[in-house]
């Protein structure tokens, strides 16, 4: 049994709030107390949109201020020269799982969608397992999207077959092992990149094997790309193609009309904030409450490092609230916090994540609310965006297991993974500053 106890605010979930302790009585719970005197407790972070090998890839030239056309052959560039492996792979995931955990993010869904040309599937599983392993060994929880952007729709469909095969437990139900430490789910990258025998084979995949699908769809670029290709916005394919539906989240939908607003909340779809990528890379804003208004299930994703070179999801939080109020009313801070926990978890079919209430996986942060940055504010649930936007939790629990103590990994040591990455980095000098 796991009790932290002394918290000055424990966030249940969106909607509920109240004092005193926690405690997490599940089996596998280790036995130990955690002091939260002076701390705010919320359920563990969900990041519904992430780019794990991309943290490898950060702030490189020719990726900042640049059209998609000029920003996506860059990143191709930078992966080629570093190569494709599993070792590249794993480490990425590991600092990028390690940034993570270190900023309270408990649950990671890596939209995977870069893949060698002349992979076979076993391959993929190796780069795949090698992604899952390193999020494992941290302790923390991936949900592994097999993406595709080009890919050959043949291929795409039998690597994510073969993923699932090796990576999931026979036990696992609807993508998910039992212990709940990984997922897999199929997206393509979205209409401008893939065409409709890639959504229909990945969906494919996905009824076989009751996985989750997602993918992106109606950043201002997008939008204009489906326009032009084929005379039809991107809502409009995905429906035609069968990708409106309740098992689908969508990233980014900066540029969305009223009329499809009405579409996607009739279909039962999920959305994915995404502004630490969406404002850098001048896609727009999403329209976050009038999705929520129509009744869509709204999560929060940082994107990768390539667009957004950071992991920190709570920063990203702070982002959605503040730049809200220039496409609509200002979102108050628990709604926002609601959309990083409860609302990701929602679009990842995962009902055991994002609260702390009757039927938690019993994933929480505690965050030190006692110090300077924190002082004056009135409500120290609100502050934990309003204020100190680098803050880092001084507790992370996963599964009731402790994987964050006193702001430091308990399973590695954050330098050493740096330096890890770096080291293999400094073998291809072009990707390297």
């Known amino acids: 049994m796991l009790t932290v106890t002394g918290a000055v605010r424990v966030l249940v979930d969106p909607g509920t709030e109240r004092g005193g302790d926690v405690v997490l009585e599940d089996g596998h719970a280790e036995s130990s107390t955690l002091d939260a005197t002076g701390c705010v407790v919320t359920p563990g972070l969900v990041n519904a949109h992430h780019h794990l090998l991309q943290t490898a890839f950060r702030t490189l030239p020719g990726t900042r201020g640049v059209p998609m056309a000029d920003w996506l052959p860059a990143m191709a560039a930078a992966y080629g020269r570093a190569g494709h492996d599993p070792e590249l792979y794993g480490l990425a995931a590991t600092v990028g799982a390690a940034e993570g955990l270190l900023s309270g993010v408990t649950t990671i869904a890596d939209h995977h969608l870069n893949w060698p040309t002349d992979a076979t599937p076993e391959d993929t599983v190796a780069l795949a397992r090698a992604t899952a392993d390193a999020v494992r060994a941290l302790g923390g929880r991936l949900v592994f999207v097999r993406g595709s952007a080009r890919d050959d729709p043949e291929q795409a469909a039998a690597s994510a077959d073969a993923i699932v095969g090796a990576l999931l437990d026979r036990e696992a139900v609807g993508g998910v092992d039992p212990d709940g430490r990984l997922q897999v789910a199929v997206g393509p990258a979205g209409v401008h990149s893939d065409a409709r025998e890639t959504f229909l ?13 997602r993918t992106q769809a109606n950043e201002q670029v997008d939008t204009a790309i489906a326009l032009e290709r084929s005379g039809r916005r991107p809502i409009d394919l995905l429906e035609e193609w069968g ?3 309740p098992d689908v989240t969508i990233a980014h939908l900066c540029d969305v009309t009223d009329d499809e607003i009405t579409r996607l909340a009739a279909a039962g779809v999920t959305a994915t904030h995404a502004p630490g990528c969406d404002v850098p890379m001048g896609w727009g804003i999403a329209p976050v409450a009038r999705l929520a208004d129509a009744g869509i299930a709204v999560g929060l994703g940082t994107s990768g490092g390539g667009s957004n070179d950071a992991g920190h999801l709570l920063a990203d939080a702070r982002l959605a609230m503040q730049v809200s109020a220039l496409v609509g009313p ?3 801070a628990r709604q926002v916090l609601g959309m990083a926990t409860a609302g990701s978890a929602a679009g990842l079919g995962r009902p055991e994540l994002g609260h702390l209430g009757a039927g938690t996986a019993g994933d929480l942060c505690v965050w030190d609310v006692s110090g300077v940055a924190d002082a004056g504010v ?5 502050g934990l965006l309003w204020a100190s936007p680098g803050r880092r939790p001084r507790h992370v629990v996963v599964g009731g297991r402790v994987v964050v103590r006193d702001g430091r990994l308990v399973a590695a040591d954050e330098r050493e993974l740096a330096a890890r ?13």
């Open 201 to 213: 084979a990945l969906g494919e995949v996905a009824a076989r094997h009751r996985l989750r699908r």
């Open 421 to 433: 990455l770096r080291e293999r980095l400094a073998r291809t000098p072009a990707v390297v500053a």
């Open 243 to 245: 990708w409106l539906a």
């Open 330 to 332: 200002q979102l108050p």
């Open 378 to 382: 009135d409500d120290p649930v609100a």
